[in-house]
């Protein structure tokens, strides 16, 4: 061989992406692994499991780290989340973060809605802003109604970390409207899925 | 392919590969963070892969006007709203509060927001990474670091506790109000500046109270005017320590006068405030008469120089001091014809009489040296002896009068130094040469004791001349050559020596003393009685005020001044020029000191008592021995001293008279 071809050779290899040497599959392939459950890029189809496109990265995180440590109260994903290095969540979570939520309407009772949207006007707005819109305290506007209802069972029950302030503001919720306050809440969440999905597709 | 390209292409495509792919992206600037592949979402830093918290997510529950309060973990209320406007006006309103409240990174927060936020550091940083920018964009914070210096030095930046270097006495925003820093001019301002005896007052109570009560603290906390005096116009901002310290209470002192200007200045030009300019403080100053924190207008019946409670305040220092007090003008202005008429009268005599007195002598100075220069290069003057000559001597002043003029010339020379010290307050020099001296309290004894030998002096000359007078009071003649007393030749030889001047004929002849001698001789008539009057009145104040009215202070203090200006500039300019710099004399006469004059010089200056002595037959009689080799190089060394000494007050009281305020 030549070598002008040796050199040519040389400077091919040098072309050759680095990425394609690591170690990890990256977060987008790892990211494709939670379809089955969560839905494509997370946008769920199945009610019981929630919708994790657009979800705020660090709430992420603290859901994984909490899984992985048996801290939240899970079905399976305990199972799934140990199996993951810190860095894998991190860039699953960066991953799924800009992902476009997209949201199926929900039948909801308009009496509810209306109540619902009085309590999280009053109780809620301040940390689930715009009306619960993905953001840094999660993803409630059209969230699947049936995951809103365990998730609140857990908080209640003790199952799950309960921030000190959202449990003022619930137990708040609750002495107010009685019963009826969850599901009013839940059915408000439910009814949001147009707003949320015009919001998002609008980003 | 072409052999010749082939080589050199494969090596461009091998450097162009590794320079696009390897070197350049390393060298970008910034590089973007991935983590699997993964960049950052929407509402994180690219770089750091941190969370960027906006201000108006911080502001949904800090800047919720209907809900000014939240519980903390152990169920207290706490204050948690910040007006947005406020913040969104103030010098930091671009900012986030996450830049200041570091450790706030999620938000709803999991922790309580650190209240110590990083000020000074901030500061510093950004002041270092644009300080040299060339828009003026920051140099507004060049202010903000020298205040920081100065507030590191202050009492405040010292720990509330010396085993605990934690807590210190106050932090930046103990007074700062970090969510609403107005820039220079902003409405902010003025909302500060009133709110500042409060602020003061959280920790100073007593003060704020006695404030509030006093003519600034009524302007300021009732009438809302946000011109009147607040804590920061007097103690400053960021210097503040210890109002014990002299250097804080010189501060207030300087401080008071940038609203009372005038009255600062017309105080320094009395002794109290010529000493606090120097740098000493034991001399009354604003406060200790005026009152501090409770200071009242004049006119008001409580305020502590109210004409009323005058007395009282002068005694609080001044023990003994009669009712005359009351009359003394502490801020007496000699320009201020309308309400001190009887000082803009002394003071324009006094000033009248200095540049008459001057502009004649400094004329007669002028044309003398051009005369006698010219003269001395015609060969019309004597010459000077040469070492070795046989020169022949006569006697022209006896040892008493030598030691009567010399300690004249030194105690004259402690006067002046020491007095021009306090008169020149306002120049460096002065600064200088109170510390050398020891400060005020040494430079009043020096003072006194020098005016005390300089009296004794002028009395015991008196006293000898009056005996000798008497002594010889058959034959003395009153205006006799020997008498002192001016005559009409006096006034004559004036005629003389200018037609001398302007060559209209030749030098004039002079008896035993020449006019210009006289009035050398008389001037510390007038000066003793004016100056040692006047000083005296000074140095027994209690006894003055005993039976003259207190304003008689602020005369004396002018006519003391002034008169002493005017000997200064005379002795060291007129009476240095006549004995030593003319022509004839250049660079100095040691007839003052030696006592005694070569005959051809005498005969040359004194032609008319020379004639008559020879006459008479009493010249045989004064003739000595030329002076010894000791004592005419230690008069020659004394009278260089003594000349370099004049020469150097002059220079001290030229600069002070040419730099003095107003």
Not at chain 1, 12 to 23: K, Y
Not at chain 1, 98 to 103: A, D, F, G, R, V
Not at chain 2, 410 to 430: D, E, N, Q
Not at chain 2, 444 to 455: C, D, E, S, V
């Amino acid at each position: 061989m030549s070598r002008e071809r040796h050199i040519i050779i040389l400077a091919l290899l040098a072309l050759l992406p680095i990425t394609a040497l690591a170690e990890s599959p990256t977060a987008a392939a790892l990211s494709y692994t939670c379809a089955g459950c969560h839905g494509t890029d997370g946008s769920s189809v199945g009610p019981s499991s929630p919708s994790i496109a657009g979800m705020d990265p660090e709430i992420f995180i603290d859901a994984m780290q909490d899984y992985k440590v048996d801290k939240r109260n899970a079905t399976i994903m305990n199972r799934i989340a140990k199996a993951y290095s810190d860095e894998q969540i991190k860039g699953m979570a960066w991953y799924f973060a800009k992902q476009k939520l997209e949201l199926l309407p929900q039948s909801t009772d308009t009496q509810l809605v209306e109540l619902g949207t009085t309590l999280h006007d009053k109780y809620c707005e301040k940390c689930h802003e715009e009306g619960g819109r993905s953001g840094d305290t999660g993803t409630l506007a059209g969230q699947w109604m049936p995951y809103l209802d365990y998730a609140m069972e857990d908080f209640i029950a003790g199952r799950r970390d309960y921030p000190r302030k959202m449990k003022r503001k619930v137990d708040a919720a609750i002495k107010a409207e009685g019963e009826q306050a969850m599901p009013a809440l839940i059915h408000y969440y439910g009814s949001q899925h147009n707003s949320a999905q015009k919001e998002a597709s609008h980003e | 392919m072409n052999k010749k390209i082939a080589g050199p292409l494969a090596w461009f495509f091998l450097g162009a590969t590794l320079l696009f792919l390897y070197i350049l992206p390393a060298h970008s600037a910034v590089e973007v963070m991935t983590v699997l592949g993964e960049e950052a979402p929407p509402g994180f830093d690219p770089v750091t892969g941190k969370r960027v918290i906006p201000t108006v997510r911080c502001l949904k529950c800090h800047g919720d006007e209907s809900e000014q309060t939240d519980v903390d973990d152990d169920g207290n209320e706490i204050e948690i709203y910040i007006p947005p406007h406020k913040f969104e006006d103030s010098v930091h309103g671009k900012r986030r509060c996450a830049e200041c409240h570091a450790n706030i990174t999620r938000v709803p927060h999991r922790q309580e927001p650190e209240v110590v936020v990083g000020c000074i550091e901030c500061h510093r940083q950004t002041w270092d990474a644009n300080k040299d920018k060339p828009d003026n964009e920051f140099k507004r914070l060049g202010v903000v670091i020298e205040q920081i210096e100065k507030y590191q030095d202050s009492v405040h930046a010292r720990p509330e506790d010396e085993d605990d270097p934690s807590v210190l006495n106050a932090g930046c925003y103990d007074c700062h109000d970090a969510h609403n820093i107005g820039t220079l001019g902003s409405h902010q301002r003025d909302e500060h500046r009133l709110e500042n005896p409060e602020v003061c007052g959280e920790c100073h109570r007593k003060q704020r109270n006695k404030y509030k009560k006093s003519v600034h603290g009524k302007a300021v906390m009732e009438d809302g005017d946000s011109e009147a005096a607040v804590c920061s116009d007097c103690h400053t901002m960021h210097e503040i320590d210890s109002p014990e310290g002299d250097k804080v209470m010189l501060q207030i002192t300087t401080n008071c006068g940038n609203c009372h200007e005038e009255s600062r200045q017309t105080y320094r030009s009395s002794y109290h405030g010529q000493v606090n300019k120097l740098g000493y403080t034991h001399t009354a100053k604003c406060y200790d008469c005026h009152g501090g924190h409770n200071v009242l207008a004049i006119k008001d019946p409580a305020s502590a120089v109210h004409e009323e409670n005058r007395l009282e305040t002068c005694r609080q220092c001044h023990e003994d001091a009669p009712e005359g007090f009351i009359g003394f003008h502490p801020h007496g202005n000699a320009n201020d014809f309308e309400k001190y008429p009887v000082m803009w009268i002394t003071a324009k005599f006094m000033q009248a009489l200095i540049i008459g007195i001057l502009a004649f002598f400094w004329v007669h100075v002028m044309l003398w040296f051009y005369r006698e220069y010219q003269d001395r290069k015609a060969g019309k003057s004597f010459a000077h002896p040469k070492p070795g000559d046989d020169t022949v001597y006569i006697r022209r002043f006896t040892a008493t009068w030598r030691w009567i003029h010399l300690l004249f010339a030194v105690s004259t020379m402690i006067l002046v130094l020491s007095g021009t010290t306090l008169l020149f307050s306002h120049t460096a020099w002065a600064s200088f040469v109170m510390d050398m001296l020891g400060g005020p309290k040494v430079e009043a004894i020096l003072h006194r004791t020098a005016a005390t030998i300089w009296l004794s002096v002028f009395l015991v000359h008196f006293f000898i001349a009056m005996t000798n007078i008497v002594r010889n009071r058959k034959t003395f003649r009153w205006f006799g050559p020997s008498s002192m007393v001016p005559n009409l030749q006096d006034l004559r030889d004036v005629g003389a020596m200018f037609s001398w001047f302007f060559g209209r004929r030749e030098r004039p002849s002079f008896d035993r003393f020449s006019y210009w001698q006289k009035f050398d001789y008389w001037a510390p008539f007038w000066g003793a009685a004016v100056i040692g009057f006047s000083g005296l009145m000074l140095f027994i104040p209690t006894l003055t005020a005993s039976f003259l009215p207190g304003w008689v202070f602020n005369i004396a203090t002018i006519v003391h001044a002034e008169e002493a200006l005017l000997a200064t500039m005379f002795l060291f300019t007129v009476h240095f020029f006549n004995s030593h710099f003319r022509p004839d004399r250049f660079p100095m006469s040691t007839i003052m000191f030696t006592g005694a004059v070569p005959l051809e010089e005498f005969k040359f200056e004194h032609r008319l008592e020379y004639e008559r002595l020879k006459e008479s037959g009493e010249l045989e009689k004064m003739l000595v021995k030329p002076p010894s080799r000791t004592m005419e190089k230690g008069s020659q060394a004394l009278a260089a001293v003594l000349i370099f000494a004049g020469l150097g007050l002059l220079t001290l009281v030229f600069i002070g008279y040419m730099t003095m305020p107003g």
